[in-house]
């Protein structure tokens, strides 16, 4: 287990198209979380899980996102109707503990 | 609500030099504060928990609860410290707090 892996790594697609993105976490790693980070910014929050359990989404999470993490192990999250916007640096990290553990991330561009 | 402020987008220092990267906070209980660092094209990995108090590549931070900071120091920076660095806070196991970054250049 080398850590956290994030597929793909870049995606490129056209606005109104719908994407999946999945992060794979550390084995051992009961909570997996994800953010979102756009140049010149640290990452925010979207949504983390805790075992299979969602148990808290951030107000940028908006009804076009959605994330699931069937059986407590990988995670995906998905976009619909992709807009513009959503053009930025999807990052996975797991932990069990307090320190999170990332991954390289997934760069989405909308054009 | 949490804010993590981390005032200077740029730093640039000689190698050699002593280095300090500021980072101040709000939040009303006892968070967790962290510094992440990200070189360049690699992955954002953990430097430094202000709990475990320990000292990682040289670097050290120590919590001032009365100044609400968390500044992150070295005393000699190297060339190879160049990176974005994050500081980050989080209550109990739940989400991460980031500053904005500060990119650091260690020039020769």
């Known amino acids: 287990d080398t850590g956290v892996s994030q597929n793909p790594r870049h995606k490129i697609t056209k606005r109104g198209q719908n994407v999946t993105f999945r992060c794979d976490p550390i084995?051992?790693?009961?909570?997996l979380y994800w953010y979102r980070q756009t140049l010149g910014q640290g990452p925010e929050f979207l949504t983390y899980?805790?075992?299979?359990?969602?148990?808290?989404k951030s107000r940028l999470l908006s009804d076009r996102f959605s994330a699931e993490r069937p059986k407590g192990s990988f995670s995906t999250l998905e976009i619909q109707r992709t807009e513009q916007g959503d053009s930025a640096m999807y990052l996975c990290?797991?932990?069990?503990?307090?320190?999170?553990?990332f991954g390289p991330g997934t760069r989405l561009t909308v054009t | 609500a949490q804010r993590v402020t981390q005032p200077e987008k740029l730093l640039s220092v000689f190698k050699g030099a002593p280095v300090e990267l500021k980072c101040n906070y709000s939040y009303s209980g006892s968070p967790e504060l962290f510094w992440y660092v990200q070189y360049s094209r690699q992955r954002l990995q953990l430097l430094l928990r202000?709990?475990s108090r320990e000292s990682i590549k040289g670097f050290t931070a120590d919590l001032n609860k009365g100044e609400t900071s968390f500044h992150l120091k070295k005393p000699f920076a190297q060339e190879e410290d160049s990176a974005m660095y994050y500081c980050?806070?989080?209550?109990?196991?739940?989400?991460?707090?980031f500053g904005q970054g500060t990119i650091l250049t260690v020039h020769p």
């Open positions: 980050a806070l989080t209550v109990g196991y739940g989400k991460l707090t």
């Open positions: 202000h709990i």
């Open positions: 899980f805790q075992n299979e359990a969602q148990l808290e």
């Open positions: 990290a797991s932990s069990y503990s307090y320190e999170q553990y």
């Open positions: 084995s051992e790693h009961n909570r």
